[in-house]
């Protein structure tokens, strides 16, 4: 299955800093078996639209790491929202809720996730650790969100109480 990482960045996209985030989910997404597509761009809402947009077409899933804080530059979740079919409000309410019990920082964290076509697309963190711990929790539900998209059949695990 293919996804793509989308790194949004003014200083990776010059050369000025290395891509630790894009490269940690890029290993993260191939060691569970997945082709990996990479893209740097600048903090420019028009060319992060446009890189989902065309990710989208290739990839079952892209998963952009940057952008999503209070700075300025930081536009990534509008620039997603404006390409977006589709939310997915849990994704985002479980990513901050994670992340949030590790660092007060998680408060300001305002990355997005939703569909475009048949691609869930999901904003996390430029930094390493957020990244990490964002794709933990969206590992677990991720193979059956793209079942879902695919309109493949799908099996329901119900949890116990």
Do not use: F, W
């Not at 990776?12 to 894009?22: I, K, N, P, T, Y």
């Not at 290739?58 to 589709?86: C, F, I, M, N, Y």
């Not at 849990?90 to 997005?112: C, F, M, Q, Y």
Request: glycine share 12%; net charge negative.
């Amino acid at each position: 299955m293919n996804a793509a990482v989308l790194t949004v960045s003014d200083r990776v996209s010059r050369g000025e800093a290395g891509d630790g985030s894009g490269d940690l989910l890029e290993e993260l997404l191939r060691a569970d078996g997945y082709e990996v597509e990479r893209r740097v761009v600048p903090d420019e809402a028009d060319e992060i639209a446009a890189a989902i947009e065309d990710l989208a077409t290739r990839a079952a899933v892209v998963l952009t790491t940057g952008g999503t804080g209070l700075a300025p530059r930081d536009v990534t979740p509008e620039a997603t929202r404006t390409v977006l079919q589709r939310d997915a409000p849990g994704i985002a309410e479980a990513l901050r809720a994670d992340s949030i019990a590790k660092t007060p920082h998680g408060l300001l964290s305002r990355g997005v996730a939703g569909v475009v076509g048949g691609t869930l697309v999901v904003n996390l963190p430029g930094s390493t650790g957020g990244c990490r711990d964002g794709y933990a929790v969206l590992q677990p539900a991720l193979g059956h969100a793209l079942s879902l998209l695919a309109d493949a059949p799908t099996r329901h695990q119900h949890t116990s109480g």
